[in-house]
């Protein structure tokens, strides 16, 4: 059952590779061995049977039907494989599939493969990335935290400020006070007497 979908690969003295088909290919020879089956089910002995009287009287004629049927079932059926095919696009999919197949043949570890436990399969598909999401958050809550200890500084730098202004105000006004009171003796002393 060689056919083209082995290939002989290496020298004379080297072992010879068989080459892997493409599924493209698979899928043709799957179809081509559909038809020989189909054929081979609806043998022409098969056919005469189910027409015993027609063939009795012509065997020729029954026998170039019983072609032309054949030859019409597999044309229709091929056409609506193709059609099956071109409205699927299954040969773009089929050479997209090989290429994903020979892409994870290079992959040291192997795919992820569900273990029938559901429990265990979402936990290993879930805890990685909880992981991830957690150390995400602590980095985001650890700048947060930076930047409320900055704001908290500032705000009790802005706190001793108004401190400090609030006592140079009380000073400023104790200050104009004595100011003012001092005025005003003086200006009491230099009123004459009544």
Same mark, same amino acid.
């Given at each position: 059952?060689? /056919? &083209?979908? #082995? $290939?002989?690969?290496?020298?004379?003295?080297? &072992?010879?590779?068989?080459?892997? &088909?493409?599924? !493209?290919?698979?899928?043709?020879?799957?179809?081509?061995?559909?038809? #020989?089956?189909?054929? !081979? !089910?609806?043998? %022409?002995?098969?056919?005469?049977? @189910? %027409?015993? @009287?027609?063939?009795?009287?012509?065997?020729?004629?029954?026998?170039?039907?019983?072609?032309?049927?054949?030859?019409?079932?597999?044309?229709?059926?091929?056409?609506?494989?193709?059609?099956?095919?071109?409205? /699927?696009?299954?040969?773009?999919?089929?050479?997209?599939?090989?290429? =994903?197949?020979?892409?994870?043949?290079?992959? #040291?570890?192997? $795919?992820?493969?569900?273990?029938? +436990?559901?429990?265990?399969? +979402?936990?290993?598909? =879930?805890?990685?990335?909880?992981?991830?999401?957690?150390? %995400?958050?602590?980095? +985001?809550?650890?700048?947060?935290?930076? #930047?409320?200890?900055?704001?908290?500084?500032?705000?009790?730098?802005?706190?001793?400020?108004?401190?400090?202004?609030?006592?140079? +105000?009380? $000073?400023?006004?104790?200050?104009?006070?004595?100011?003012?009171?001092?005025?005003?003796?003086?200006?009491?002393?230099?009123?004459? &007497?009544?």
């Amino acid at each position: 059952r060689g /056919g &083209p979908v #082995e $290939a002989a690969a290496g020298g004379e003295d080297g &072992p010879s590779v068989q080459a892997t &088909p493409g599924r !493209a290919e698979v899928f043709a020879t799957v179809v081509d061995t559909f038809l #020989e089956k189909l054929v !081979a !089910a609806g043998s %022409y002995q098969k056919f005469a049977n @189910c %027409y015993r @009287c027609f063939y009795k009287l012509q065997p020729e004629v029954t026998r170039s039907i019983y072609d032309q049927f054949i030859s019409q079932l597999q044309t229709s059926v091929k056409d609506e494989i193709q059609e099956v095919k071109n409205e /699927g696009n299954l040969e773009l999919l089929f050479n997209s599939l090989d290429k =994903m197949v020979e892409e994870a043949k290079n992959q #040291e570890e192997p $795919a992820w493969r569900p273990s029938g +436990i559901p429990e265990e399969d +979402i936990r290993s598909a =879930m805890v990685p990335y909880l992981l991830k999401h957690r150390s %995400y958050l602590r980095k +985001i809550l650890k700048e947060k935290e930076e #930047e409320n200890r900055k704001v908290a500084e500032s705000v009790l730098a802005g706190r001793n400020r108004i401190g400090e202004l609030q006592q140079l +105000i009380q $000073a400023r006004k104790h200050a104009w006070q004595a100011i003012s009171k001092e005025q005003r003796e003086l200006i009491m002393t230099f009123k004459e &007497p009544q």
